[in-house]
T-cell receptor, first 112, second 115 residues
Framework: GENVEQHPSTLSVQEGDSAVIKCTYS??????FPWYKQELGKRPQLIID???NVGEKKDQRIAVTLNKTAKHFSLHITETQPEDSAVYFC???????????WGAGTKLIIKP | GAVVSQHPSRVICKSGTSVKIECRSLDFQATTMFWYRQFPKQSLMLMAT?????????EQGVEKDKFLINHASLTLSTLTVTSAHPEDSSFYIC???????????FGPGTRLTVL
């Protein structure tokens, strides 16, 4: 079945710098790739997503890139701010029931 | 739009009791609902997928007789943890999908503590 690997598990960056989190997936049939931000004790919140017919998508300071050939996708956060500190999860969707296969998560720490 | 509520937000119970968690889509019809469990510092683990009016599909290793799921309407799914034990203590989160655009909308989660 589908497997999603996410790296790094922890990422510490200086405020104002960029952060990049990478994920790879195993099933070439996956066609939907969301990124979620989860703060401690709260629900995951969708921050950006991309579909397999697009190579890049941007929303203000957040961007996602997708390489279907290599089967990997990345989250880019520019001009990081303290409120960006959270755990970020990537996921891939396959199947008619839209199940999400989740990455293990990346704890992003923004240093002031 | 796309609001999902979950109740209760927190429950503490004695070992051996059953706990029911409700998940509601407030402003859309959820053809599919998902139940996840999340242990501290870990990712979300899908427990089961439920479609309105049919039996839930459980993931491997999840006991269907212990985690009873009912999806009686397009806006409500319930998860009942039967005969709860301390190892069932976890953060349970539901999500709902309208079947459009793949997107899942998450409830706020239920923190279950079994003493």
């Amino acid at each position: 079945g589908e497997n999603v690997e996410q790296h790094p598990s922890t990422l510490s960056v200086q405020e104002g710098d960029s952060a990049v989190i990478k994920c790879t997936y195993s099933d070439s049939a996956s066609n939907y790739f969301p990124w979620y931000k989860q703060e401690l004790g709260k629900r995951p919140q969708l921050i950006i997503d991309i579909r397999s017919n697009v190579g890049e998508k941007k929303d203000q300071r957040i961007a996602v890139t997708l390489n279907k050939t290599a089967k990997h996708f990345s989250l880019h956060i520019t001009e990081t701010q303290p409120e960006d500190s959270a755990v970020y999860f990537c996921a891939a969707s396959i199947g008619s029931n839209y199940q999400l296969i989740w990455g293990a998560g990346t704890k992003l720490i923004i240093k002031p | 739009g796309a609001v999902v509520s979950q109740h209760p937000s927190r429950v503490i119970c004695k070992s051996g009791t059953s706990v029911k968690i409700e998940c509601r889509s407030l402003d859309f019809q959820a053809t599919t609902m998902f139940w996840y469990r999340q242990f501290p510092k870990q990712s979300l683990m899908l427990m089961a997928t439920s479609n309105e009016g049919s039996k839930a599909t459980y993931e491997q290793g999840v006991e269907k007789d212990k985690f009873l799921i009912n999806h009686a309407s397009l806006t409500l799914s319930t998860l009942t943890v039967t005969s709860a034990h301390p190892e069932d203590s976890s953060f349970y989160i539901c999500s709902a999908s309208s079947g459009y655009n793949n997107e899942q909308f998450f409830g706020p989660g239920t923190r279950l503590t079994v003493l």
